[in-house]
Every structure is written in structure tokens, then in C-alpha cells.
């Protein structure tokens, strides 16, 4: 979709890693899709485990990319990654469209490109999710010291490299408002794509419930699998991360962890699921959306995207991350589940529609651009 404003343009999409096709990616794969003629700024790229629109891209990676085992353990180069983001040469373009959860908002550049960044999140490991992922009982007491020794920094780089980004976009009035209060900045909401196509009402449900997603400590694996161990209810887990030794070392034989499953697999799990269980806290959350389109509830924690995507139509909401709350909500599916109807969830999901997110990207990238243009204009002409 190149129209005039952006023919001959030199565009640079940065993204902080490229490790798998999560909510991030799925966002990414549209710019991707809108600009193919740009190039493709990453830490580190593990190739084959992204999309064919992704895979075809220009892909400039940075020296993680040759890092001792970065592929597997490239989260604990952390402390690394500004010096990294900061090391492409980025001056030579006109725009550059971050992608960012972590430092990719953070590229560095002199006045010329114009910068408008998609924040999925203000680096939330450091800021209103360090307790999440760092001082859990299970986190080892090196890594405890080590987040704790580099926190500051993170955080003090995190709020500087924002003078790089002339406009901001992201993913839910959740985040806006994280964005608001940490960056004191203000950010347009675009909500994240589902792929409406993949993704549609079956006619056959099981008794099995589902989770999809990264074994990340905000997800909350560990929390769902205590809970269906109580109540010998069949779980399915789709994905894999970080504290997927710790959950498979704690569940017991009703809960069935699936791994990397393929597009078609992964639709029919949704389609014949009683529920969907998403017990974590997230910026968005575009898999309750999946599931929804699938035409199937959701059980979620009332905090963060679940509450603007889900509604009492659609799901049942727990309020406190405890065994007992979510025990609670799961034994009321188990009552309730036939009420929701399969229409009802597909047409909630209909709304964050991958048509709608990219025309809405589009016009906002070409809005910002045109005005940042115009004002240079403007600038120019009073210093004559």
C-alpha cells in the first residue's frame, strides 16, 4: 500500500527480536505488508520461525546475532540491548516505524527520519511488571541481583530515548495510559489485528480447556496449572518460554503441554475448546481475541487488555491472581459455558479486525509523517 506520500522514500522498520510469531510479530507482519520495500531492523532473528511475509524482508540484525547461545538465552543480554538497538546507522532514511516492547523505540538517529513508534509497552520487565518476572520465589537469586543492579539504568535509558520518537502509537487505552504516566507522553490507540479469516465458530466443543501462548512470568501458566490440578479438568497448552520446565515439572496428568502446533491445528483447538483460560496480565492479549472469534469464552483476570476486549457476553472475569479466584471462575464455565453464544464471541472479536488495524496504522503513519513534514517546513521558513 505505498501511495505518493511514501514513493522513493528510504523506510526503516525496527523490532526488538524476531524469535517467534507472537502479538508483536502478528503486528509487525502487517508493516511488514504495508512497506515491503523497507528495511527490517533487529536485534536478533532466528530464522524459519516467522512468517513468510516477515522472512522476506531485509533483515539487518545486530551483533546478538553472533552472541554465545542468543537464540536460546538472548534474554539475559538484557542489560546489552540500548548499546545494541543504538548501533544501527538509521540517519539516511526518511521514516522509521518502531515496533517496540522493549529498546526498539530506543534506534538512534540524528533530526532527519521521521520516527513514529508502535509501543506494545513501556519495557514492562522494568517497570510495572519487574515483581512479575523478578522477584517470584522461583527466579534464581543471581538473576534477582541482576535485574535489581540494572534496573536504574534500564530505566533511565528507557525515559531519555524517548526525545527519538516524534510520535507514538499503541496497542490499548491500558498501555496509553502506562505510557502517560511513566513517559508523560501522549500515544494514539490502534488496536492490534486478528485474523478474522483463520479463525471461526465450529460445531463441536469438547470438555478440554485451552491456553496459547509464551511460558512468560506475566502469563501465568503456573497459576492455571495449580488451579485445573484441583479440579481434574482437562487443559491444553499450546507454546513454549522461559518457565516451561518449571510448569511441566508441576502439572499433573490432565494437563496436556502441545508445544508448537501449526496454523490448522491451532484453529481446530480453539474451535472445539469449552474455554479459553487467560490468567495473566497483559498489554492487549490478541489470543482471548482468537478465541473469541473462534466463537468460544474466555476466563480472564480483570486487569490490563482483557478488559477492553472481553465482555460479559463473551467471558467471565476473575479479580484477584489466587487459586481460589480462578478456581471459582472455572467452576462457573463449567455451569455456564453452553450460555455464551458462539455468535455473540465472533462478533466481539470482528471489532480488532486485521483490515481495520491496517488502514487505521496507515493513515496514522501517513497523518504524523505529513505534519512532522510540514512543520519542518513551517521551521525552515521562519529561520530565512
Not at 536485534?43 to 524482508?57: A, D, F, N, P
Not at 538512534?108 to 510495572?128: K, L
Not at 502509537?169 to 483463520?198: F, T
Request: glycine share 6%; with cysteine; hydrophobic share 35%.
Amino acid at each position: 500500500m505505498i501511495d505518493e506520500t511514501f514513493r522513493g522514500k528510504r523506510i526503516a522498520l525496527v523490532h526488538d527480536w524476531l524469535t517467534g510469531m507472537r502479538g508483536g510479530e502478528k503486528c509487525l507482519e502487517v508493516l511488514c505488508e504495508l512497506f515491503p520495500q523497507a528495511d527490517l531492523y533487529t536485534l536478533l532473528h532466528v530464522r524459519g520461525e516467522l512468517s513468510e511475509t516477515i522472512e522476506s524482508m531485509n533483515i539487518i540484525t545486530s551483533p546478538l546475532q553472533h552472541f554465545p547461545m542468543s537464540a536460546q538465552k538472548y534474554r539475559y543480554y538484557l542489560p546489552t540491548f540500548p548499546k545494541l538497538i543504538e548501533c544501527f546507522d538509521l540517519n539516511d532514511y526518511d521514516l522509521i516505524i518502531s515496533s517496540s516492547h522493549c529498546v526498539a523505540k530506543g534506534a538512534m538517529h540524528h533530526h532527519h527520519p521521521y520516527h513514529i513508534s508502535y509501543i506494545h509497552a513501556p519495557m514492562r520487565y522494568m517497570w510495572t511488571l519487574y515483581h512479575t518476572y523478578f522477584e517470584k520465589p522461583s527466579v534464581k537469586l543471581p538473576v534477582k541481583w541482576m535485574a535489581r543492579w540494572v534496573r536504574p539504568y534500564l530505566q533511565y535509558w528507557d525515559l531519555q530515548s524517548n526525545d527519538r520518537v516524534h510520535d507514538i502509537l499503541c496497542n490499548s487505552r491500558n498501555i496509553q495510559r502506562q505510557i502517560q504516566n511513566i513517559y508523560h507522553r501522549e500515544a494514539k490507540v490502534v488496536y492490534p489485528p486478528v485474523d478474522m479469516q483463520s479463525f471461526q465458530p465450529g460445531n463441536q466443543r469438547e470438555n478440554y480447556y485451552l491456553m496459547v501462548g509464551a511460558f512468560a512470568p506475566n502469563k501465568r501458566v503456573d497459576l492455571a496449572i495449580q488451579v485445573f490440578n484441583q479440579l481434574k479438568l482437562p487443559l491444553r497448552i499450546v507454546g513454549g518460554g522461559q518457565e516451561e520446565a518449571y510448569c511441566r515439572s508441576i502439572a499433573q496428568s490432565n494437563i496436556e503441554f502441545l508445544g508448537s502446533v501449526d496454523d490448522a491445528t491451532i484453529a481446530k483447538l480453539y474451535q472445539n475448546a469449552r474455554a479459553f483460560v487467560f490468567p495473566g496480565e497483559d498489554d492487549f492479549g490478541i489470543t482471548p481475541l482468537e478465541a473469541q472469534a473462534s466463537g468460544i469464552p474466555v476466563i480472564a483476570y480483570a486487569k490490563g487488555g482483557a478488559l477492553e476486549t472481553i465482555t460479559d457476553k463473551t467471558g467471565i472475569f476473575f479479580q484477584r491472581q489466587t487459586v481460589a479466584d480462578l478456581q471459582t471462575a472455572v467452576e462457573t464455565m463449567e455451569k455456564r459455558w453452553h450460555e455464551f453464544s458462539p455468535t455473540d464471541c465472533h462478533g466481539q472479536a470482528q471489532k480488532f479486525s486485521r483490515e481495520t488495524y491496517r488502514l487505521e496504522m496507515f493513515q496514522s503513519i501517513k497523518a504524523g509523517y505529513k505534519n512532522w513534514l510540514q512543520q519542518n517546513a513551517r521551521d525552515q521558513s521562519r529561520s530565512q
